[in-house]
């Protein structure tokens, strides 16, 4: 089994978050997670992504999630 990190996408609320800026994405070393634009949900490269759920901690609506595929 491969773990992997996906966005709930009924828990992210960017409208929550300081200046609808994601934190996660900047949590993550691999810079793996991406926002086009402020208040836009982020989204996560999953061919790149280590499974290590770092970025899990950092959001505080705990809309990411690790799964295993």
Do not use: H
Request: glycine letters at 8%; a positive charge; charged letters at 25%.
């Amino acid at each position: 089994m491969i773990k992997l990190v996906i966005v709930n996408e009924e828990k992210c609320n960017p409208e929550k978050c300081a200046g609808g800026q994601c934190i996660a994405v900047y949590s993550c070393s691999w810079k793996i997670i991406e926002q086009n634009s402020p208040y836009d949900k982020p989204a996560i490269d999953l061919k790149r992504c280590l499974g290590c759920g770092r970025c899990t901690f950092t959001c505080p609506m705990g809309a990411l999630e690790v799964i295993e595929k």
